[in-house]
RNA sequence: GCGCCUGUAGCUCAGCUGGAUAGAGCAACGGACUUCUAAUCCGUAGGCCGCAGGUUCGAAUCCUGCCAGGCGUACCA
Protein backbone atom coordinates (compact mmCIF):
# COMPACT_ATOMS: atom_id res chain seq x y z
CA UNK A 1 0.00 0.00 0.00
CA UNK A 2 3.04 2.35 0.86
CA UNK A 3 4.71 1.67 -2.00
CA UNK A 4 1.66 2.23 -4.24
CA UNK A 5 1.19 6.04 -2.83
CA UNK A 6 4.85 6.45 -3.13
CA UNK A 7 4.81 5.89 -6.65
CA UNK A 8 1.49 8.37 -7.28
CA UNK A 9 3.39 11.02 -5.12
CA UNK A 10 6.68 10.36 -7.26
CA UNK A 11 4.88 10.49 -10.31
CA UNK A 12 2.93 13.50 -9.91
CA UNK A 13 5.91 15.33 -8.41
CA UNK A 14 7.45 14.38 -11.72
CA UNK A 15 4.55 15.60 -13.64
CA UNK A 16 4.47 18.96 -11.74
CA UNK A 17 7.93 19.35 -13.14
CA UNK A 18 6.69 18.70 -16.75
CA UNK A 19 4.42 20.94 -16.21
CA UNK A 20 6.54 24.01 -14.93
CA UNK A 21 4.57 23.67 -11.50
CA UNK A 22 7.75 23.25 -10.23
CA UNK A 23 11.09 25.28 -10.98
CA UNK A 24 13.56 22.67 -9.79
CA UNK A 25 14.00 19.03 -10.83
CA UNK A 26 15.82 18.25 -7.81
CA UNK A 27 13.58 15.99 -5.46
CA UNK A 28 13.92 14.50 -2.25
CA UNK A 29 12.86 10.86 -1.57
CA UNK A 30 9.04 10.26 -0.36
CA UNK A 31 8.77 9.59 3.04
CA UNK A 32 5.50 8.07 3.93
CA UNK A 33 4.37 8.43 6.99
CA UNK A 34 1.24 6.69 9.08
CA UNK A 35 0.01 9.39 11.14
CA UNK A 36 -1.36 8.53 15.24
CA UNK A 37 -4.41 10.72 14.46
CA UNK A 38 -6.96 9.13 12.80
CA UNK A 39 -8.22 12.53 11.21
CA UNK A 40 -4.75 12.39 9.73
CA UNK A 41 -5.38 9.98 7.45
CA UNK A 42 -4.36 6.64 6.47
CA UNK A 43 -0.69 8.00 5.38
CA UNK A 44 1.11 11.42 5.01
CA UNK A 45 3.88 12.94 3.53
CA UNK A 46 5.85 15.80 4.53
CA UNK A 47 7.59 15.74 0.87
CA UNK A 48 6.38 19.38 0.76
CA UNK A 49 7.98 20.25 3.84
CA UNK A 50 12.08 19.24 2.54
CA UNK A 51 10.86 20.54 -0.85
CA UNK A 52 10.10 24.19 0.39
CA UNK A 53 13.75 25.22 0.84
CA UNK A 54 14.84 23.78 -2.94
CA UNK A 55 11.95 24.95 -4.71
CA UNK A 56 11.58 28.06 -3.18
CA UNK A 57 7.75 27.83 -2.35
CA UNK A 58 5.88 27.62 0.78
CA UNK A 59 5.04 24.21 1.71
CA UNK A 60 1.56 24.59 1.39
CA UNK A 61 1.59 25.67 -1.62
CA UNK A 62 4.00 22.80 -3.04
CA UNK A 63 1.10 20.62 -1.50
CA UNK A 64 -1.48 22.08 -3.98
CA UNK A 65 0.32 21.58 -6.99
CA UNK A 66 1.51 17.92 -5.76
CA UNK A 67 -1.99 17.40 -5.28
CA UNK A 68 -3.22 18.37 -8.81
CA UNK A 69 -0.89 16.60 -10.59
CA UNK A 70 -1.94 13.38 -8.51
CA UNK A 71 -3.32 10.90 -11.08
CA UNK A 72 -4.81 8.02 -9.60
CA UNK A 73 -6.06 5.41 -12.12
CA UNK A 74 -6.69 2.64 -9.59
CA UNK A 75 -8.93 4.75 -7.44
CA UNK A 76 -6.80 4.11 -4.46
CA UNK A 77 -7.66 7.29 -2.82
CA UNK A 78 -10.67 8.89 -1.40
CA UNK A 79 -9.51 12.08 -0.55
CA UNK A 80 -6.33 14.26 -0.17
CA UNK A 81 -6.13 16.92 2.46
CA UNK A 82 -3.35 19.89 3.03
CA UNK A 83 -2.44 19.86 7.14
CA UNK A 84 -0.59 21.59 9.71
CA UNK A 85 2.57 23.37 8.53
CA UNK A 86 2.47 21.44 4.97
CA UNK A 87 1.86 17.44 5.14
CA UNK A 88 0.13 15.91 2.09
CA UNK A 89 -2.41 13.71 3.92
CA UNK A 90 -4.00 10.60 2.13
CA UNK A 91 -7.16 8.89 3.17
CA UNK A 92 -7.23 5.44 1.32
CA UNK A 93 -10.44 3.96 -0.29
CA UNK A 94 -11.99 0.98 2.18
CA UNK A 95 -12.14 -1.23 -0.63
CA UNK A 96 -8.76 -0.28 -1.41
CA UNK A 97 -7.46 -2.14 1.53
CA UNK A 98 -9.25 -5.60 1.15
CA UNK A 99 -6.80 -6.94 -1.51
CA UNK A 100 -4.22 -7.16 1.42
CA UNK A 101 -6.86 -9.93 2.74
CA UNK A 102 -6.48 -12.06 -0.16
CA UNK A 103 -2.68 -11.54 -0.06
CA UNK A 104 -2.24 -12.70 3.45
CA UNK A 105 -4.47 -15.21 2.65
CA UNK A 106 -2.59 -16.61 -0.21
CA UNK A 107 1.10 -16.15 1.72
CA UNK A 108 -0.30 -18.27 4.28
CA UNK A 109 2.99 -18.83 6.60
CA UNK A 110 5.02 -17.47 4.12
CA UNK A 111 2.97 -13.62 4.76
CA UNK A 112 6.00 -11.24 6.15
CA UNK A 113 8.69 -13.54 4.66
CA UNK A 114 10.92 -11.28 2.18
CA UNK A 115 14.25 -11.80 0.43
CA UNK A 116 16.16 -8.52 1.79
CA UNK A 117 18.83 -11.05 3.32
CA UNK A 118 19.64 -12.22 -0.23
CA UNK A 119 20.58 -15.51 1.14
CA UNK A 120 23.52 -13.48 2.91
CA UNK A 121 25.20 -16.67 5.06
CA UNK A 122 25.27 -14.78 9.16
CA UNK A 123 25.69 -16.75 12.38
CA UNK A 124 24.22 -15.83 15.52
CA UNK A 125 25.80 -17.60 18.76
CA UNK A 126 23.84 -17.57 21.73
CA UNK A 127 23.11 -18.48 25.49
CA UNK A 128 26.83 -20.21 25.50
CA UNK A 129 26.50 -20.65 29.19
CA UNK A 130 29.14 -22.19 30.50
CA UNK A 131 29.30 -25.79 31.61
CA UNK A 132 29.50 -25.32 35.38
CA UNK A 133 25.76 -25.37 36.02
CA UNK A 134 22.32 -25.48 34.59
CA UNK A 135 20.37 -22.84 32.77
CA UNK A 136 19.35 -20.27 35.12
CA UNK A 137 16.30 -17.22 33.98
CA UNK A 138 18.77 -15.20 32.58
CA UNK A 139 20.11 -17.70 30.26
CA UNK A 140 16.42 -17.94 28.98
CA UNK A 141 16.12 -14.16 28.09
CA UNK A 142 19.68 -15.13 25.63
CA UNK A 143 17.85 -17.99 24.92
CA UNK A 144 14.44 -16.13 23.52
CA UNK A 145 16.55 -12.74 22.09
CA UNK A 146 18.92 -14.73 20.23
CA UNK A 147 16.39 -17.85 18.48
CA UNK A 148 13.59 -14.92 17.40
CA UNK A 149 16.34 -12.99 15.89
CA UNK A 150 17.95 -15.69 14.42
CA UNK A 151 14.19 -16.74 13.08
CA UNK A 152 13.09 -13.36 12.28
CA UNK A 153 16.32 -13.24 9.97
CA UNK A 154 15.67 -15.98 8.56
CA UNK A 155 12.42 -14.78 7.47
CA UNK A 156 13.79 -12.19 5.80
CA UNK A 157 16.39 -14.22 3.95
CA UNK A 158 19.35 -14.41 5.64
CA UNK A 159 21.10 -17.97 5.35
CA UNK A 160 21.12 -18.63 9.40
CA UNK A 161 22.82 -21.08 12.01
CA UNK A 162 22.55 -20.74 15.35
CA UNK A 163 25.34 -21.99 17.11
CA UNK A 164 26.25 -22.88 21.15
CA UNK A 165 29.95 -22.23 22.29
CA UNK A 166 30.48 -24.34 25.06
CA UNK A 167 33.38 -23.16 27.31
CA UNK A 168 34.52 -26.52 28.17
CA UNK A 169 38.51 -25.42 28.75
CA UNK A 170 39.77 -23.37 31.38
CA UNK A 171 40.19 -22.75 34.85
CA UNK A 172 35.92 -22.75 35.77
CA UNK A 173 35.98 -26.07 34.62
CA UNK A 174 38.77 -27.16 36.55
CA UNK A 175 36.84 -25.71 39.75
CA UNK A 176 33.88 -27.87 38.57
CA UNK A 177 36.09 -31.10 38.52
CA UNK A 178 37.40 -30.19 42.01
CA UNK A 179 34.02 -29.04 43.17
CA UNK A 180 33.20 -32.69 42.09
CA UNK A 181 35.58 -34.64 43.64
CA UNK A 182 35.18 -33.02 47.25
CA UNK A 183 31.68 -34.01 47.39
CA UNK A 184 32.92 -37.34 45.69
CA UNK A 185 35.71 -37.47 48.68
CA UNK A 186 32.93 -36.61 51.05
CA UNK A 187 30.48 -39.04 49.86
CA UNK A 188 33.43 -41.51 50.57
CA UNK A 189 33.55 -40.53 54.22
CA UNK A 190 36.79 -38.51 53.91
CA UNK A 191 36.46 -35.34 56.26
CA UNK A 192 36.64 -32.39 53.68
CA UNK A 193 36.52 -28.77 54.06
CA UNK A 194 34.50 -28.13 51.58
CA UNK A 195 35.87 -24.85 49.45
CA UNK A 196 34.17 -21.61 49.12
CA UNK A 197 35.43 -21.23 45.53
CA UNK A 198 34.11 -24.19 44.31
CA UNK A 199 30.27 -25.30 42.60
CA UNK A 200 28.20 -25.01 46.05
CA UNK A 201 24.46 -26.15 44.18
CA UNK A 202 23.08 -29.36 45.15
CA UNK A 203 23.65 -30.85 41.50
CA UNK A 204 27.32 -31.38 42.40
CA UNK A 205 26.41 -33.51 44.83
CA UNK A 206 24.51 -35.78 42.41
CA UNK A 207 27.33 -35.56 39.82
CA UNK A 208 29.63 -36.90 42.67
CA UNK A 209 26.88 -39.37 43.32
CA UNK A 210 26.52 -40.64 39.62
CA UNK A 211 30.79 -40.36 39.39
CA UNK A 212 31.09 -42.76 42.62
CA UNK A 213 28.80 -45.40 40.96
CA UNK A 214 30.46 -46.04 37.95
CA UNK A 215 34.01 -45.83 39.52
CA UNK A 216 33.85 -46.68 42.84
CA UNK A 217 36.38 -45.39 44.99
CA UNK A 218 39.07 -45.74 42.39
CA UNK A 219 39.44 -42.22 41.90
CA UNK A 220 40.98 -42.22 45.96
CA UNK A 221 43.99 -43.84 44.44
CA UNK A 222 44.52 -41.94 41.33
CA UNK A 223 46.18 -38.67 41.05
CA UNK A 224 44.70 -35.65 42.04
CA UNK A 225 44.84 -33.89 38.96
CA UNK A 226 44.02 -37.24 37.08
CA UNK A 227 40.98 -37.51 39.75
CA UNK A 228 39.83 -33.57 39.23
CA UNK A 229 40.41 -33.89 35.15
CA UNK A 230 38.10 -37.07 35.03
CA UNK A 231 35.70 -35.42 37.25
CA UNK A 232 35.31 -32.36 34.71
CA UNK A 233 35.04 -34.08 31.75
CA UNK A 234 32.22 -36.11 32.84
CA UNK A 235 30.48 -33.37 34.82
CA UNK A 236 30.79 -31.29 31.95
CA UNK A 237 29.61 -33.10 29.62
CA UNK A 238 26.45 -34.33 31.64
CA UNK A 239 25.96 -30.89 32.39
CA UNK A 240 25.40 -29.90 28.88
CA UNK A 241 23.41 -32.66 28.41
CA UNK A 242 21.04 -31.27 30.75
CA UNK A 243 21.24 -27.87 28.99
CA UNK A 244 20.22 -29.61 26.00
CA UNK A 245 17.29 -30.85 27.46
CA UNK A 246 16.48 -27.55 29.09
CA UNK A 247 16.61 -25.53 25.65
CA UNK A 248 14.58 -28.61 23.82
CA UNK A 249 11.99 -28.41 25.95
CA UNK A 250 12.44 -24.46 25.93
CA UNK A 251 12.21 -24.37 21.82
CA UNK A 252 15.23 -23.49 20.98
CA UNK A 253 17.64 -25.99 18.94
CA UNK A 254 20.93 -25.25 17.63
CA UNK A 255 22.67 -26.03 14.87
CA UNK A 256 25.69 -26.57 15.81
CA UNK A 257 27.57 -27.26 19.32
CA UNK A 258 30.91 -25.95 19.23
CA UNK A 259 33.60 -27.11 21.71
CA UNK A 260 36.11 -24.43 22.85
CA UNK A 261 38.61 -27.33 23.94
CA UNK A 262 38.43 -28.80 20.44
CA UNK A 263 40.23 -24.96 19.03
CA UNK A 264 42.95 -26.23 21.34
CA UNK A 265 42.98 -29.92 20.31
CA UNK A 266 43.34 -28.97 16.64
CA UNK A 267 45.89 -26.45 17.89
CA UNK A 268 44.22 -23.68 16.37
CA UNK A 269 44.84 -21.33 19.19
CA UNK A 270 47.99 -21.67 18.75
CA UNK A 271 48.26 -21.16 15.24
CA UNK A 272 46.38 -17.80 15.26
CA UNK A 273 48.85 -16.50 18.15
CA UNK A 274 51.59 -17.65 16.12
CA UNK A 275 50.02 -15.54 12.92
CA UNK A 276 49.36 -12.34 14.94
CA UNK A 277 52.63 -12.59 15.99
CA UNK A 278 53.81 -12.99 12.67
CA UNK A 279 51.93 -9.80 11.60
CA UNK A 280 53.15 -8.12 14.49
CA UNK A 281 50.17 -7.38 16.80
CA UNK A 282 51.44 -9.30 19.78
CA UNK A 283 54.62 -8.23 22.10
CA UNK A 284 55.90 -9.80 24.73
CA UNK A 285 55.76 -7.52 28.43
CA UNK A 286 56.13 -8.99 32.15
CA UNK A 287 56.02 -12.36 30.89
CA UNK A 288 53.00 -12.27 29.43
CA UNK A 289 51.56 -11.90 25.42
CA UNK A 290 49.89 -8.99 24.65
CA UNK A 291 47.33 -8.01 21.87
CA UNK A 292 47.55 -4.28 20.98
CA UNK A 293 44.11 -4.10 20.87
CA UNK A 294 44.53 -0.33 21.23
CA UNK A 295 45.21 0.35 17.26
CA UNK A 296 41.68 -0.81 16.99
CA UNK A 297 40.38 1.72 19.56
CA UNK A 298 40.04 -0.72 22.45
CA UNK A 299 41.40 1.58 25.59
CA UNK A 300 44.44 -0.74 26.81
CA UNK A 301 46.08 -4.12 25.36
CA UNK A 302 45.05 -7.16 26.32
CA UNK A 303 46.80 -10.18 27.44
CA UNK A 304 45.95 -13.57 25.29
CA UNK A 305 49.02 -15.79 27.18
CA UNK A 306 49.41 -14.97 30.70
CA UNK A 307 52.79 -15.23 31.72
CA UNK A 308 52.41 -18.93 33.38
CA UNK A 309 51.80 -19.87 29.90
CA UNK A 310 48.19 -19.82 30.00
CA UNK A 311 46.30 -19.13 27.17
CA UNK A 312 43.15 -16.36 28.44
CA UNK A 313 40.21 -16.76 27.50
CA UNK A 314 40.39 -13.79 24.87
CA UNK A 315 42.99 -15.93 23.23
CA UNK A 316 40.62 -18.94 22.28
CA UNK A 317 37.62 -16.22 21.36
CA UNK A 318 39.67 -15.22 18.67
CA UNK A 319 40.16 -18.38 17.08
CA UNK A 320 36.59 -19.26 17.76
CA UNK A 321 35.63 -15.79 15.68
CA UNK A 322 38.40 -16.41 13.07
CA UNK A 323 36.95 -20.12 12.67
CA UNK A 324 33.08 -18.50 11.95
CA UNK A 325 34.33 -16.49 9.09
CA UNK A 326 36.73 -19.39 7.91
CA UNK A 327 33.57 -21.32 7.71
CA UNK A 328 32.13 -18.74 5.51
CA UNK A 329 29.87 -16.41 7.48
CA UNK A 330 29.71 -12.84 6.11
CA UNK A 331 28.33 -11.25 9.32
CA UNK A 332 28.56 -13.18 13.24
CA UNK A 333 26.08 -11.84 15.53
CA UNK A 334 26.95 -12.90 19.51
CA UNK A 335 24.17 -12.65 21.86
CA UNK A 336 25.95 -11.54 25.33
CA UNK A 337 25.04 -10.66 28.70
CA UNK A 338 24.90 -6.96 29.65
CA UNK A 339 27.73 -7.40 32.34
CA UNK A 340 30.36 -8.54 29.25
CA UNK A 341 29.43 -5.23 26.95
CA UNK A 342 33.24 -4.50 28.44
CA UNK A 343 34.28 -7.16 26.07
CA UNK A 344 33.08 -6.12 22.73
CA UNK A 345 35.82 -3.19 22.05
CA UNK A 346 38.82 -6.26 22.38
CA UNK A 347 37.06 -8.28 20.40
CA UNK A 348 36.07 -6.19 17.53
CA UNK A 349 39.54 -5.32 17.73
CA UNK A 350 40.79 -8.98 16.97
CA UNK A 351 38.01 -9.12 14.30
CA UNK A 352 39.56 -6.17 12.62
CA UNK A 353 42.97 -7.08 13.13
CA UNK A 354 42.05 -10.43 11.25
CA UNK A 355 41.40 -8.34 8.11
CA UNK A 356 37.36 -8.19 8.75
CA UNK A 357 35.41 -5.24 8.29
CA UNK A 358 33.49 -3.77 12.06
CA UNK A 359 29.94 -3.97 10.54
CA UNK A 360 30.62 -7.72 9.86
CA UNK A 361 30.46 -8.34 13.66
CA UNK A 362 27.59 -7.47 15.72
CA UNK A 363 26.79 -8.18 19.60
CA UNK A 364 23.45 -8.14 21.46
CA UNK A 365 23.49 -6.91 24.87
CA UNK A 366 20.56 -8.49 26.73
CA UNK A 367 19.98 -6.91 29.76
CA UNK A 368 19.98 -9.03 33.25
CA UNK A 369 16.79 -10.54 34.37
CA UNK A 370 15.86 -9.59 37.68
CA UNK A 371 13.70 -13.04 39.30
CA UNK A 372 10.63 -11.82 41.37
CA UNK A 373 8.53 -13.36 43.53
CA UNK A 374 5.14 -11.99 44.18
CA UNK A 375 7.18 -8.23 43.83
CA UNK A 376 10.10 -9.77 46.31
CA UNK A 377 13.57 -10.32 44.49
CA UNK A 378 14.49 -13.35 44.44
CA UNK A 379 18.34 -14.02 45.36
CA UNK A 380 20.34 -16.01 42.75
CA UNK A 381 24.10 -17.00 42.88
CA UNK A 382 25.55 -19.99 40.51
CA UNK A 383 28.11 -20.45 43.06
CA UNK A 384 26.32 -19.83 45.91
CA UNK A 385 23.73 -22.69 44.46
CA UNK A 386 21.11 -20.48 45.03
CA UNK A 387 19.07 -20.10 41.77
CA UNK A 388 15.95 -20.67 39.93
CA UNK A 389 16.97 -22.88 36.33
CA UNK A 390 15.26 -22.09 33.19
CA UNK A 391 14.03 -25.77 33.73
CA UNK A 392 12.38 -24.38 37.13
CA UNK A 393 10.80 -21.32 35.11
CA UNK A 394 9.62 -23.66 32.37
CA UNK A 395 8.08 -26.23 34.60
CA UNK A 396 6.21 -23.25 36.92
CA UNK A 397 5.19 -21.28 34.07
CA UNK A 398 5.28 -23.01 30.94
CA UNK A 399 7.46 -22.27 27.62
CA UNK A 400 4.91 -20.22 25.85
CA UNK A 401 4.69 -17.42 28.74
CA UNK A 402 8.51 -17.74 29.82
CA UNK A 403 9.41 -17.04 25.69
CA UNK A 404 6.75 -14.49 25.48
CA UNK A 405 7.67 -12.24 28.58
CA UNK A 406 11.34 -11.96 27.70
CA UNK A 407 10.43 -10.59 24.42
CA UNK A 408 7.97 -7.87 26.05
CA UNK A 409 11.11 -5.21 26.43
CA UNK A 410 13.63 -3.96 24.67
CA UNK A 411 16.40 -6.07 24.75
CA UNK A 412 18.37 -3.46 26.34
CA UNK A 413 16.56 -2.77 29.62
CA UNK A 414 16.62 -4.67 32.95
CA UNK A 415 13.28 -7.08 32.98
CA UNK A 416 11.36 -7.94 35.87
CA UNK A 417 10.51 -11.69 35.93
CA UNK A 418 7.45 -12.36 38.36
CA UNK A 419 7.11 -15.96 38.82
CA UNK A 420 3.44 -15.52 40.30
CA UNK A 421 2.32 -12.92 37.70
CA UNK A 422 3.52 -15.39 34.68
CA UNK A 423 2.44 -17.97 36.17
CA UNK A 424 -1.25 -16.19 36.32
CA UNK A 425 -3.70 -17.65 33.84
CA UNK A 426 -4.53 -14.03 34.29
CA UNK A 427 -4.87 -10.83 31.80
CA UNK A 428 -1.49 -9.66 33.57
CA UNK A 429 -0.07 -12.21 31.70
CA UNK A 430 0.26 -10.79 28.11
CA UNK A 431 0.63 -13.91 26.40
CA UNK A 432 -2.62 -15.41 26.53
CA UNK A 433 -3.99 -12.29 25.96
CA UNK A 434 -2.88 -12.71 22.15
CA UNK A 435 -2.70 -16.53 22.17
CA UNK A 436 -6.63 -16.44 22.96
CA UNK A 437 -6.75 -14.74 19.83
CA UNK A 438 -5.95 -17.68 18.03
CA UNK A 439 -8.03 -19.70 20.29
CA UNK A 440 -11.22 -17.41 19.83
CA UNK A 441 -10.69 -17.42 16.14
CA UNK A 442 -10.32 -21.41 15.54
CA UNK A 443 -13.17 -21.67 17.56
CA UNK A 444 -15.34 -19.82 15.77
CA UNK A 445 -14.21 -21.40 12.57
CA UNK A 446 -15.27 -24.63 13.92
CA UNK A 447 -18.99 -23.18 14.83
CA UNK A 448 -18.83 -22.59 11.67
CA UNK A 449 -18.09 -25.98 10.42
CA UNK A 450 -20.49 -27.14 12.31
CA UNK A 451 -23.32 -24.88 10.66
CA UNK A 452 -21.65 -26.28 7.11
CA UNK A 453 -19.45 -23.87 6.10
CA UNK A 454 -16.12 -25.87 5.73
CA UNK A 455 -14.23 -24.07 3.12
CA UNK A 456 -13.60 -20.52 3.79
CA UNK A 457 -12.19 -18.66 0.59
CA UNK A 458 -12.00 -15.33 -1.03
CA UNK A 459 -15.41 -14.34 -1.93
CA UNK A 460 -15.86 -10.98 -3.69
CA UNK A 461 -19.35 -9.77 -2.38
CA UNK A 462 -18.90 -10.91 0.86
CA UNK A 463 -15.16 -9.06 1.41
CA UNK A 464 -17.06 -5.95 0.06
CA UNK A 465 -19.35 -5.99 2.59
CA UNK A 466 -16.28 -5.55 4.96
CA UNK A 467 -17.18 -1.88 5.62
CA UNK A 468 -17.09 -1.41 9.71
CA UNK A 469 -14.23 0.63 10.72
CA UNK A 470 -12.75 -2.07 13.39
CA UNK A 471 -12.79 -4.23 9.66
CA UNK A 472 -10.84 -1.55 8.29
CA UNK A 473 -8.51 -0.92 11.37
CA UNK A 474 -7.79 -4.83 11.46
CA UNK A 475 -6.60 -4.69 7.61
CA UNK A 476 -4.34 -2.00 7.87
CA UNK A 477 -2.91 -3.60 11.08
CA UNK A 478 -2.32 -6.60 9.39
CA UNK A 479 -0.77 -4.53 6.06
CA UNK A 480 2.44 -3.02 8.01
CA UNK A 481 3.31 -7.04 9.46
CA UNK A 482 5.31 -7.37 6.58
CA UNK A 483 7.11 -4.15 7.54
CA UNK A 484 7.46 -5.17 11.43
CA UNK A 485 9.36 -8.42 10.50
CA UNK A 486 11.75 -6.38 8.27
CA UNK A 487 12.24 -3.49 10.95
CA UNK A 488 12.61 -6.38 13.60
CA UNK A 489 15.55 -8.16 11.39
CA UNK A 490 17.02 -4.52 10.51
CA UNK A 491 17.87 -3.55 14.03
CA UNK A 492 17.44 -7.25 15.54
CA UNK A 493 14.29 -6.47 17.92
CA UNK A 494 12.27 -9.26 18.17
CA UNK A 495 10.53 -7.19 20.74
CA UNK A 496 8.51 -5.12 17.95
CA UNK A 497 6.93 -8.60 16.70
CA UNK A 498 5.59 -8.85 20.70
CA UNK A 499 4.31 -5.48 20.48
CA UNK A 500 2.20 -5.92 16.84
CA UNK A 501 1.05 -8.81 17.94
CA UNK A 502 -0.53 -7.01 21.05
CA UNK A 503 -1.52 -4.54 18.86
CA UNK A 504 -3.26 -6.81 16.54
CA UNK A 505 -5.13 -8.78 19.16
CA UNK A 506 -6.46 -5.73 20.84
CA UNK A 507 -7.51 -4.77 17.75
CA UNK A 508 -9.16 -8.13 17.18
CA UNK A 509 -10.81 -8.52 20.75
CA UNK A 510 -12.74 -4.92 20.04
CA UNK A 511 -14.14 -6.12 16.92
CA UNK A 512 -15.70 -9.51 18.76
CA UNK A 513 -17.22 -7.87 21.10
CA UNK A 514 -19.14 -5.48 18.85
CA UNK A 515 -20.02 -7.47 15.79
CA UNK A 516 -20.65 -11.19 15.26
CA UNK A 517 -18.68 -12.97 12.94
CA UNK A 518 -21.62 -15.97 12.27
CA UNK A 519 -23.87 -13.52 10.64
CA UNK A 520 -27.15 -14.56 9.31
CA UNK A 521 -26.36 -12.67 6.54
CA UNK A 522 -24.61 -15.82 4.58
CA UNK A 523 -22.32 -12.95 2.08
CA UNK A 524 -21.57 -11.15 5.20
CA UNK A 525 -20.94 -13.92 7.33
CA UNK A 526 -18.80 -15.37 4.28
CA UNK A 527 -16.53 -12.37 4.90
CA UNK A 528 -16.21 -11.87 8.03
CA UNK A 529 -14.96 -15.51 8.13
CA UNK A 530 -12.16 -14.76 5.86
CA UNK A 531 -11.35 -11.83 7.47
CA UNK A 532 -10.67 -13.76 10.86
CA UNK A 533 -8.96 -16.74 8.81
CA UNK A 534 -6.36 -13.80 7.64
CA UNK A 535 -5.75 -12.94 11.46
CA UNK A 536 -5.33 -16.44 12.49
CA UNK A 537 -2.63 -16.79 10.22
CA UNK A 538 -0.88 -13.27 11.11
CA UNK A 539 -1.13 -14.22 14.72
CA UNK A 540 0.25 -17.98 14.01
CA UNK A 541 2.95 -16.66 11.91
CA UNK A 542 4.19 -14.03 14.55
CA UNK A 543 3.70 -16.32 17.41
CA UNK A 544 6.03 -18.61 15.47
CA UNK A 545 8.79 -16.40 15.33
CA UNK A 546 9.00 -15.52 19.02
CA UNK A 547 8.73 -19.67 19.45
CA UNK A 548 5.52 -19.47 21.20
CA UNK A 549 2.59 -21.92 20.25
CA UNK A 550 -0.43 -20.52 18.52
CA UNK A 551 -3.30 -23.16 20.44
CA UNK A 552 -6.51 -24.16 18.99
CA UNK A 553 -8.27 -24.22 22.18
CA UNK A 554 -7.45 -23.39 25.26
C1' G B 1 37.81 8.79 37.20
C1' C B 2 36.63 6.57 32.36
C1' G B 3 33.22 3.55 29.21
C1' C B 4 28.37 1.24 27.99
C1' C B 5 23.04 0.93 29.09
C1' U B 6 18.64 3.15 31.26
C1' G B 7 15.50 7.72 33.10
C1' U B 8 8.24 8.75 29.45
C1' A B 9 1.19 8.33 33.74
C1' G B 10 1.10 5.84 40.84
C1' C B 11 3.66 0.80 38.78
C1' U B 12 5.73 -2.01 34.27
C1' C B 13 6.91 -0.37 29.53
C1' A B 14 5.97 1.14 23.83
C1' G B 15 6.92 5.21 20.77
C1' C B 16 7.47 3.16 13.50
C1' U B 17 15.00 6.16 13.67
C1' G B 18 12.96 14.25 13.40
C1' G B 19 6.49 15.08 12.57
C1' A B 20 0.73 17.20 13.90
C1' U B 21 -3.18 16.80 20.28
C1' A B 22 2.99 11.60 23.60
C1' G B 23 0.42 5.79 23.60
C1' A B 24 -0.59 0.61 25.85
C1' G B 25 -1.03 -2.81 30.03
C1' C B 26 -1.48 -3.12 35.34
C1' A B 27 -3.41 -0.63 39.68
C1' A B 28 -8.20 2.99 40.87
C1' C B 29 -13.29 4.12 39.71
C1' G B 30 -18.01 3.07 36.71
C1' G B 31 -20.27 -0.23 33.18
C1' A B 32 -21.04 -5.03 29.50
C1' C B 33 -22.07 -12.42 29.51
C1' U B 34 -29.93 -16.38 28.13
C1' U B 35 -26.09 -14.65 21.61
C1' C B 36 -19.28 -17.17 17.82
C1' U B 37 -14.58 -18.80 24.65
C1' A B 38 -15.57 -12.65 30.13
C1' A B 39 -7.99 -15.55 29.81
C1' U B 40 -12.52 -10.53 26.66
C1' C B 41 -14.67 -5.60 25.92
C1' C B 42 -16.41 -0.27 26.79
C1' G B 43 -15.91 4.26 29.63
C1' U B 44 -13.52 7.77 33.47
C1' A B 45 -9.19 9.57 35.58
C1' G B 46 -4.07 10.03 35.36
C1' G B 47 2.04 13.64 31.92
C1' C B 48 7.39 20.02 32.78
C1' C B 49 8.88 12.63 28.13
C1' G B 50 15.25 13.27 34.52
C1' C B 51 17.22 18.82 34.30
C1' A B 52 19.42 22.89 31.31
C1' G B 53 21.05 24.67 26.81
C1' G B 54 21.70 23.93 21.32
C1' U B 55 20.55 22.31 16.05
C1' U B 56 15.36 23.79 12.52
C1' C B 57 9.70 24.97 9.74
C1' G B 58 9.16 21.03 13.89
C1' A B 59 12.66 17.47 19.30
C1' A B 60 10.47 12.27 23.87
C1' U B 61 13.59 11.22 19.41
C1' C B 62 19.72 14.34 17.08
C1' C B 63 24.20 17.31 19.71
C1' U B 64 26.55 19.28 24.35
C1' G B 65 26.67 19.72 29.66
C1' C B 66 24.72 18.27 34.23
C1' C B 67 21.66 14.84 37.78
C1' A B 68 20.05 9.79 39.22
C1' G B 69 20.21 4.30 38.82
C1' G B 70 22.41 -0.32 36.75
C1' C B 71 26.67 -2.73 34.71
C1' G B 72 31.68 -2.83 33.34
C1' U B 73 36.60 -1.08 33.93
C1' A B 74 41.73 -8.45 35.63
C1' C B 75 47.75 -11.92 33.35
C1' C B 76 38.55 -14.28 35.73
C1' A B 77 35.21 -16.23 32.39
Known amino acids: ?????????????????????????????????????????????????????????????????????????????????????????????????????????????????????????????????????????????????????????????????????????????????????????????????????????????????????????????????????????????????????????????????????????????????????????????????????????????????????????????????????DRGYEKVIDVWGADHHGYIPRMTAAIEASGRKKDQFHVILVQLVNLLRDGEPVAMSTRAGEFVTLDDVIREVGKDAARFIFLTRHHESPLDFDLELARKKTNDNPVYYVQYVHARISSIIKKAGERGINHIAWDDQGVAMLREPEEIRLIKNMARYPEVVRNSAEFMEPHRITFFLRNLASAFHTYYNKHRVLEDDEVLCRGRLYLILTIKNVIHNGLTLLGVSAPEKM
Open 1 to 325: MKQKLKKLIWDAVKTAYEDNALPSSEFPDVEIEEPKVEKHGDFSTNIAMKMASIQKMSPRKISEIIIDHISDPDNLLSGTDIAGPGFINFFINESSWHPVLRQIHEAGNEFGASDIGRGKRIQVEFVSSNPTGPLHVGHGRGASVGDSTANILSFCGYDVQKEYYINDSGRQIHTLGQSVLFRYREQLGEDVEFPEECYQGDYIRELAEEVRQREGDALMSSGEEAAIEYCARYASKKIIEGIKIDLDSFGVRFNRWFSEQSLYDSGKVDADIKELQDKGMIYKEDGALWFKTTEYGDEKDRVVVRNNGQTTYFASDIAYHKDKY
